[in-house]
């Protein structure tokens, strides 16, 4: 008896740990990889979308490979057919990128990025994505006593997902560096698929035992066959959250730094979600999540979509943390609970592969198409309120119910429209309109038992929501790109006269990278962080008797606002890694700093380090680097090789300016650190205006030197309070190969 159950015992270890080292490394691989491709697109948020949907694309392709050979092929043709997949797959190892990789400057680079991802991983990527459904029909015909139901095993899978995603921030990443990741990993890789041919070669015996016996006659319930409804109501379950990770994703990266840590986040409790709920508790716990939904919807819709500027940054990312991790528990819990007869397994995971995949299809392939922001986050939000399951049962079919419950709900919204579109001068009701839409926030409450009502109210005061601030913004220009959304407002000031004045802004996601007044006396005034009470005015005002003949670089445009320091005899060249922000920033509708300022300026559109590697070395007067996507600098300008190439192509009494105003990462650390490696003369001025001029902010530069004499007039200067950098003796050196926020963020 003792023996049976070790055996019993040690078939369920085997079977799982597989699955457990299968989604770690699964789960390793893809912040690994990411961080790998990121110096390439200038840490751009969509790089890492763009990833998540080839996973997503690799992982249903290999449960459509699980599915098809586990239904049309006996056991041990499955076997040798896998055995051979899995020794194809080790002509990728080692990962790596192929040589000259360089993306393309002039067009949209995801399907670039897609191709190189199926070079470089694509092949192990697949083996592993097969791993799940695969090993768990395997162990569904190995005649354990839990073989009926083998859906606890997918819960051990997503124990190794979830642990390797959060030991990639904590301690792969501060710890071990690309390369040595990379070869770990492959030897990880080969221990999973020595695992693998271990179940295989467990299942062979039994296969090959039961042939050699007398088959046993057992009375078996046949299952009911699948209805069509059943896998749509699936596949809703699925493409909801999925769609829901990526807009989440990019929502959290688009304001902080593209870092595998932020969008380590979503994806590790979209993981904890698919543990719950296919645990031994999932079914308790499911209600408990469907009653939680709504009263986590109210704070979250009255805060983070009305009123977003009450709470602090990190108040406010909780409450969409909050939000995306019930909505997404209600539609797994509903998977779960829906989870079919072992016959239809590899039918249940495809149907989920492929909606997973089409969600993330919908937000980096569609979605950036047909809407100029983003806007597919909030509807999923509505989406998967109407996933909910009723908390009152309707005795009407559901269609009639549907309507029923659709009547109040369109009532309101022609009631909303006619007043936004028939009152004049909106703004001057805000007052009224604030409260207004918070107490109908709370009021939605009371249909929470309505899952179509409660749906539709909400998708009413979002979209009214986003109305009401399209309004009042006065959006000139918005455009989405592969590199996030840009868009140009009108805004009006108190001018020194003390009349209303109107002035362009320039935004990159929700941070301000410029802005132009628009009277002929102050179209040439740099403003925002380029203002010449600020630090690089100050800068351009103490070098002026000696950068006549400057050759000068700028690591990002904006709006062109630096133009405006450009004298006739020097020359400027412009990097950006966005085409269409130089669009915005050469048309004279939206700003004229480059047509005013800019007259002997080039532009280079692509990356910055790969075009800097282009630059005569020691050619450069003066180098600035300017490069943000929304208000995060991509890490890969940061690293130790980046400053080293910078210093390259800057003359011996060059100068390196660098702009690192940010909310929430103290930038500066990784310059000291930098600056006290190599040996450089560094200043800081982390500027706040003293007096109120229009549109002069605070914003923090560091100019860096050779020769410590270089930094003379500014040290000596008397228009602003240069520092030298601090040390800081907690910190490791960030190159190509290492790089750790968690250190150098502001508490």
């Known amino acids: 008896m003792n023996n049976q159950s ?37 840490g751009s948020p969509a790089v890492w979308n763009t990833c998540m949907v080839f996973y997503q694309t690799i992982l249903f392709l290999g449960y459509l490979y699980a599915h098809l050979i586990s239904t049309r092929q006996n056991n041990h043709r499955q076997i040798l057919i896998h055995t051979v997949i899995i020794v194809i797959s080790f002509l990728a190892l080692p990962l790596a990128l192929p040589e000259n990789t360089i993306p393309p400057t002039d067009s949209d680079p995801t399907l670039w990025l897609v191709g190189i991802l199926s070079l470089s991983i694509g092949l192990p990527f697949f083996v592993v994505s097969t791993t799940s459904p695969l090993l768990q029909k395997w162990f569904a015909n190995i005649g354990h006593h839990t073989s009926h139901d083998p859906y606890y095993l997918y819960a051990a899978s997503n124990v190794g997902s979830m642990l390797a995603l ?102 590790t409790l979209y993981l904890l979600t698919f543990i719950i709920v296919f645990s031994t508790l999932g079914g308790k716990v499911h209600g408990l999540m469907v009653k939680l939904q709504p009263m986590v919807l109210l704070p979250f819709i009255a805060y983070s979509f009305i009123n977003p500027a009450v709470l602090p940054y990190w108040v406010d990312l909780i409450l969409h943390l909050a939000a995306f991790f019930l909505a997404v528990m209600v539609c797994h819990g509903e998977l779960a609970k ?100 918070i107490l109908l926030t709370g009021l939605i409450y009371s249909f929470r038992d309505k899952p179509a009502s409660l749906a539709m109210f909400s998708a009413i005061l979002i979209f009214f929501i986003f109305g009401l601030r399209g309004t009042l913004s006065n959006t000139l220009f918005q455009e989405r790109t592969f590199f996030g959304v840009i868009s140009v407002r ?76 450009a004298k006739k005899s020097q020359q400027w060249k412009f ?57 995060s600098i991509p890490t890969h300008l940061l690293t130790q090789e980046a400053f080293e190439l910078y210093f390259s192509k800057i003359k011996t009494d060059g100068l390196l300016a660098f702009h690192i105003t940010n909310r929430h990462l103290a930038l500066k650390k990784v310059i000291s650190d930098h600056s006290k490696n190599m040996k450089f003369a560094s200043l800081i001025q982390e500027f706040k205006p003293q007096n109120e001029i229009p549109l002069v902010i605070a914003t923090d530069w560091v100019v860096m030197a050779k020769d410590e004499a270089t930094l003379n007039p500014l040290k000596q200067s008397r228009l602003g309070n240069w520092q030298q950098l601090a040390l800081y003796f907690d910190m490791r050196t960030w190159t190509d190969d290492f790089t750790n926020i968690v250190t150098i963020w502001k508490d």
Not at 376 to 395: D, F, G, N, V
Not at 516 to 522: F, G, N, S, T, Y
Not at 607 to 629: C, G, P, V, Y
């Open 6 to 42: 070790d055996r019993n015992l040690s078939i369920i270890i085997l079977f799982a740990a597989t699955l457990f080292v299968s989604a770690s490394i699964m789960f390793v691989l893809q912040p690994m990889f990411g961080k790998i491709l990121l110096p390439l697109l200038g």
């Open 166 to 267: 959060l030991s990639y921030p904590f301690l792969l990443e501060p710890n071990i560096g690309l390369d040595n990741q990379k070869t770990y990993w492959a030897i990880g890789y080969i221990v999973l698929c020595i695992l693998i041919l271990a179940c295989g070669f467990l299942l062979w015996k039994v296969h090959t035992a039961q042939k050699s016996e007398t088959p046993a006659v057992e009375e078996t319930v046949e299952p009911l066959p699948l209805t069509i409804q059943t896998k749509l109501y699936w596949f809703a379950l699925a493409f909801v959250p999925s769609s829901l990770l990526l807009g989440l994703t990019n929502f959290i990266s688009t304001d902080i730094a593209s870092v595998p840590l932020l969008w380590i986040i979503p994806l």
């Open 338 to 437: 829906h989870r079919p007869h072992t016959r239809y397994l590899t039918d249940f995971y495809l149907i989920m592969s492929f909606a997973g995949m089409l969600g993330g299809m919908f937000n980096t392939f569609v979605a950036p198409f047909i809407f100029n922001a983003v806007y597919e986050y909030p509807i999923m939000i509505i989406a998967a309120l109407l996933l909910r399951p009723r908390l009152i049962k309707s005795q009407r079919p559901w269609q009639q119910q549907l309507l029923l419950d659709s009547i109040f709900p369109a009532i309101v919204l022609i009631a909303g429209l006619v007043i936004f579109f028939s009152v004049e001068q909106l703004p001057q009701y805000l007052d009224t309109i604030g409260p207004a839409l």
């Open 490 to 565: 009108e805004s009006t000031l108190i001018n020194e006269e003390n009349r209303p004045e109107k002035f362009h802004e320039f935004y990159h996601g929700t941070t301000k990278h410029g802005a132009q007044r628009l009277p002929v006396k102050w179209r040439t005034t740099p403003l925002t962080y380029f203002s010449r009470p600020g630090p690089i005015g100050q800068f351009f005002s103490e070098y002026d008797s000696q950068n006549d003949n400057w050759k000068i670089a700028v690591v990002g445009l904006g709006a062109g606002t630096l133009s405006c320091y």
């Open 575 to 631: 990097y950006e890694l966005d085409p269409d922000i130089v669009k915005v920033a050469q048309n004279p509708k939206y700003f004229t700093y480059l047509e005013l300022c800019g007259k002997n300026h080039v532009m280079d559109v692509g990356d910055a380090r790969i075009s800097i590697q282009k630059e005569a070395d020691h050619s450069l007067d003066l180098l600035i680097i300017d490069a943000f996507s929304s208000d």
